[in-house]
């Protein structure tokens, strides 16, 4: 059974004095609730309640307050639309199931009738067809506090029985067996008593509004906080991701975002600062201040190892918060009682700046007021969402620079594979032609004379010489970047090197004029740690490259001094060609040639600086060059480690490397 026709229609039909108007769902709400405090109030006047609740749900939310209403009146009714166990049933209270499709499961329904006032709630639920399909196609949930009702609440003794008449016949139709107790209320309440009216208490039903007001304007101020939180929240990323888009740079990001989380947290002090999980310590690089009389943290170095707040965040990542650090029960904080009392912290946060695990940097606030501050979850909310976006600023700005590092990485094997294939045509293309002609000359020509003959065969070994210099370079270069040279360390006199390094030079070099070769090396030095026949083979590469750029009237000097007495610093000297100030770095590249690969006026192949650095490194040492300018000359330094006084040679190395001293004296002595 089904009954299409409206309630608020019929009301409106037979009483024409009233005039509809709109609530919302929130309105309806209290209104009923402050009706039904007022029948709880009434105490010993049993009144007649009707109440129509559209769906079970809506009736489950106020059994509870129907079965205490039930204890005063034995004339309650209440009406709805069954969903799981609502039924038809006579218990504390007649409970009336209609058919959902019903016209009343469209509407709200609340009449009150006592023997000294009365007062009835009579509405109709607003919705569009189209609105309902949508949001039933779409399956959305429908805003509870926005549903519009349109419908009748009076005082009005008159309207008030004419609404009970109708929702009491349409009571009778669904549950006729209730005839004889419908009857009974329609004769004991239904009668007009125009004058009651003067005798009703309005004290509970305006209390119970103004409660509701003031439950609705608490809740509304804490909407307003909410939304001021998130939109502060939603300030500050922005900021932090326009200062990221606008530079790569972390020192501009933190600089912004320390002051703007540093205002808009409203503390005395913010601080963020770079550092890992391992480290000893941190320096605070950037900080934020409310107070410039505080004292300030920006420069100092922020123990780590000792800093249990730090420890604790670093192994569990996750936030530390101290409300009160002068009764903090969570931790003991007695090792850095000296930092809380120095910088006056009273009131401590902690957030870690983490990205897939990795600790990347930290952001502290301080309060330091007289009183502590307890940190909220929004406050706390809101520092992590700027921790986020920080760190992935951080990765951003690493992975720019790896990618930085990367493309000059690419430009330098670039720069290499062009000057590689420029030595190969040059330095490899131009002896093969002349091993080729002098060859082909040979075995055309059997009638050549003797010293013709002489000539060709020293012209082919001397570029032969020249092709094993430059394959051996390369080998020896490749073999040391790779790191696959197998040193030989112990013991040596610096000057034994030297004295080495000057015989193969002057026996290398016979065909042109040398400057004049000074070694200013004292005896006495202590011995440098170092593999023999490496020494040897820096002190002749840079020999010969002061050889190459000094003319015959200038000079070299090799010189060796102690410095700072862990290490033995070499110099070697010329008055050459000298070197440009900004290439002082770029000497010890690879193929490096300041004339260039092609056009040069001394030989070479651009790989024996390059050598010497990677030597020196391998030994323990360091390398430079010095000069003032072209024409000016140049100095060649680099320094070995010392040998300790108590270190003994060991035997497995010592003899290897006398045996080659002699084997390179007897050398050159036959040279000689």
Same mark, same amino acid.
């Given at each position: 059974?089904?009954?299409?026709?409206?309630?608020?229609?019929?009301?409106?039909?037979?009483?024409?004095?009233?005039?509809?108007?709109?609530?919302?769902?929130?309105?309806?709400?209290?209104?009923?609730?402050?009706?039904?405090?007022?029948?709880?109030?009434?105490?010993?006047?049993?009144?007649?309640?009707?109440?129509?609740?559209?769906?079970?749900?809506?009736?489950?939310?106020?059994?509870?307050?129907?079965?205490?209403?039930?204890?005063?009146?034995?004339?309650?009714?209440?009406?709805?639309?069954?969903?799981?166990?609502?039924?038809?049933?006579?218990?504390?209270?007649?409970?009336?199931?209609?058919?959902?499709?019903?016209?009343?499961?469209?509407?709200?329904?609340?009449?009150?009738?006592?023997?000294?006032?009365?007062?009835?709630?009579?509405?109709?639920?607003?919705?569009?067809?189209?609105?309902? $399909?949508?949001?039933?196609?779409?399956?959305?949930?429908?805003?509870?506090?926005?549903?519009?009702?349109?419908?009748?609440?009076?005082?009005?003794?008159?309207?008030?029985?004419?609404?009970?008449?109708?929702?009491?016949?349409?009571?009778?139709?669904?549950?006729?067996?209730?005839?004889?107790?419908?009857?009974?209320?329609?004769?004991?309440?239904?009668?007009?008593?125009?004058?009651?009216?003067?005798?009703?208490?309005?004290?509970?039903?305006?209390?119970?509004?103004?409660?509701?007001?003031?439950?609705?304007?608490?809740?509304?101020?804490?909407?307003?906080?909410?939304?001021?939180?998130?939109?502060?929240?939603?300030?500050?990323?922005?900021?932090?991701?326009?200062?990221?888009?606008?530079?790569?740079?972390?020192?501009?990001?933190?600089?912004?975002?320390?002051?703007?989380?540093?205002?808009?947290?409203?503390?005395?002090?913010?601080?963020?600062?770079?550092?890992?999980?391992?480290?000893? $310590?941190?320096?605070?690089?950037?900080?934020?201040?409310?107070?410039?009389?505080?004292?300030?943290?920006?420069?100092?170095?922020?123990?780590?190892?000792?800093?249990?707040?730090?420890?604790?965040?670093?192994?569990?990542?996750?936030?530390?918060?101290?409300?009160?650090?002068?009764?903090?029960?969570?931790?003991?904080?007695?090792?850095?009682?000296?930092?809380?009392?120095?910088?006056?912290?009273?009131?401590?946060?902690?957030?870690?700046?983490?990205?897939?695990?990795?600790?990347?940097?930290?952001?502290?606030?301080?309060?330091?007021?007289?009183?502590?501050?307890?940190?909220?979850?929004?406050?706390?909310?809101?520092?992590?969402?700027?921790?986020?976006?920080?760190?992935?600023?951080?990765?951003?700005?690493?992975?720019?620079?790896?990618?930085?590092?990367?493309?000059?990485?690419?430009?330098?094997?670039?720069?290499?594979?062009?000057?590689?294939?420029?030595?190969?045509?040059?330095?490899?293309?131009?002896?093969?032609?002349?091993?080729?002609?002098?060859?082909?000359?040979?075995?055309?020509?059997?009638?050549?004379?003797?010293?013709?003959?002489?000539?060709?065969?020293?012209?082919?070994?001397?570029?032969?010489?020249?092709?094993?210099?430059?394959?051996?370079?390369?080998?020896?270069?490749?073999?040391?970047?790779?790191?696959?040279?197998?040193?030989?360390?112990?013991?040596?006199?610096?000057?034994?090197?030297?004295?080495?390094?000057?015989?193969?030079?002057?026996?290398?070099?016979?065909?042109?004029?040398?400057?004049?070769?000074?070694?200013?090396?004292?005896?006495?030095?202590?011995?440098?740690?170092?593999?023999?026949?490496?020494?040897?083979?820096?002190?002749?590469?840079?020999?010969?490259?002061?050889?190459?750029?000094?003319?015959?009237?200038?000079?070299?000097?090799?010189?060796?001094?102690?410095?700072?007495?862990?290490?033995?610093?070499?110099?070697?000297?010329?008055?050459?060609?000298?070197?440009?100030?900004?290439?002082?770095?770029?000497?010890?590249?690879?193929?490096?040639?300041?004339?260039?690969?092609?056009?040069?006026?001394?030989?070479?192949?651009?790989?024996?600086?390059?050598?010497?650095?990677?030597?020196?490194?391998?030994?323990?040492?360091?390398?430079?060059?010095?000069?003032?300018?072209?024409?000016?000359?140049?100095?060649?330094?680099?320094?070995?480690?010392?040998? $300790?006084?108590?270190?003994?040679?060991?035997?497995?190395?010592?003899?290897?490397?006398?045996?080659?001293?002699?084997?390179?004296?007897?050398?050159?002595?036959?040279?000689?």
């Amino acid at each position: 059974m089904s009954i299409q026709t409206s309630v608020l229609e019929e009301l409106l039909q037979s009483s024409p004095q009233l005039h509809p108007q709109l609530y919302f769902k929130s309105s309806l709400t209290a209104l009923s609730h402050a009706m039904e405090d007022q029948v709880l109030a009434s105490g010993s006047q049993p009144p007649l309640i009707i109440a129509s609740f559209q769906q079970e749900r809506f009736y489950r939310q106020e059994a509870h307050r129907y079965e205490r209403i039930a204890a005063i009146t034995p004339h309650v009714y209440v009406l709805a639309a069954p969903e799981t166990s609502f039924t038809n049933a006579s218990r504390d209270y007649e409970t009336i199931a209609f058919e959902p499709d019903d016209q009343l499961s469209h509407e709200w329904h609340l009449v009150v009738i006592g023997q000294k006032y009365a007062t009835c709630l009579v509405c109709q639920e607003r919705s569009t067809i189209a609105a309902t $399909e949508k949001e039933a196609s779409l399956q959305l949930p429908t805003m509870d506090q926005t549903r519009r009702f349109e419908g009748i609440w009076t005082f009005d003794r008159q309207a008030s029985c004419q609404a009970a008449r109708i929702l009491l016949d349409r009571i009778l139709i669904y549950r006729p067996e209730l005839a004889t107790k419908i009857q009974q209320a329609k004769a004991e309440y239904l009668h007009d008593q125009s004058d009651s009216m003067r005798e009703v208490d309005p004290d509970p039903f305006a209390q119970r509004l103004v409660t509701y007001l003031q439950a609705g304007q608490y809740k509304l101020q804490k909407a307003y906080r909410s939304i001021a939180a998130r939109e502060r929240r939603e300030r500050l990323v922005n900021l932090i991701t326009a200062a990221i888009r606008q530079s790569l740079d972390p020192h501009e990001i933190f600089k912004v975002a320390v002051e703007e989380l540093g205002q808009a947290m409203q503390v005395c002090r913010c601080l963020i600062y770079r550092c890992r999980s391992t480290d000893a $310590e941190a320096t605070i690089a950037h900080e934020f201040r409310s107070d410039p009389s505080l004292p300030s943290l920006l420069g100092q170095v922020w123990s780590l190892r000792d800093h249990i707040l730090f420890q604790t965040m670093a192994t569990q990542q996750e936030t530390i918060s101290i409300p009160d650090t002068s009764e903090s029960k969570e931790f003991d904080l007695s090792p850095l009682a000296a930092r809380i009392d120095r910088w006056s912290i009273r009131s401590w946060l902690i957030v870690p700046l983490i990205y897939q695990g990795r600790l990347l940097g930290v952001i502290e606030l301080h309060h330091c007021q007289s009183f502590p501050h307890a940190w909220a979850a929004e406050e706390i909310e809101l520092v992590e969402a700027v921790a986020a976006q920080l760190g992935v600023a951080l990765i951003q700005a690493e992975s720019y620079a790896n990618l930085e590092d990367l493309n000059q990485q690419l430009e330098a094997l670039e720069r290499t594979r062009s000057n590689l294939i420029a030595i190969t045509g040059h330095e490899l293309r131009t002896p093969l032609s002349t091993i080729q002609v002098c060859l082909e000359s040979l075995a055309s020509e059997p009638d050549m004379m003797p010293e013709l003959r002489q000539v060709m065969l020293n012209t082919a070994l001397t570029d032969a010489e020249r092709m094993r210099k430059l394959i051996q370079d390369f080998i020896t270069l490749s073999r040391l970047e790779s790191g696959r040279v197998e040193w030989h360390l112990e013991p040596i006199a610096i000057d034994e090197c030297v004295s080495l390094a000057l015989s193969s030079i002057r026996t290398r070099l016979t065909d042109m004029t040398l400057p004049h070769i000074t070694a200013q090396v004292p005896t006495e030095l202590p011995p440098v740690r170092a593999d023999g026949e490496r020494l040897v083979e820096v002190l002749s590469k840079l020999l010969d490259n002061a050889c190459k750029f000094t003319q015959p009237e200038g000079e070299v000097v090799i010189e060796a001094k102690p410095r700072d007495g862990k290490m033995l610093e070499v110099t070697i000297t010329d008055t050459g060609r000298g070197i440009e100030p900004n290439r002082l770095e770029a000497v010890f590249d690879r193929f490096y040639q300041e004339e260039g690969a092609l056009r040069r006026t001394a030989g070479g192949t651009g790989l024996g600086l390059a050598i010497c650095r990677q030597i020196v490194k391998g030994l323990g040492g360091t390398i430079w060059a010095e000069s003032a300018g072209r024409d000016q000359g140049s100095t060649f330094h680099f320094t070995l480690p010392i040998a $300790e006084a108590s270190e003994p040679a060991p035997a497995a190395a010592k003899t290897p490397a006398k045996s080659r001293r002699s084997n390179r004296k007897r050398a050159t002595i036959s040279e000689t």
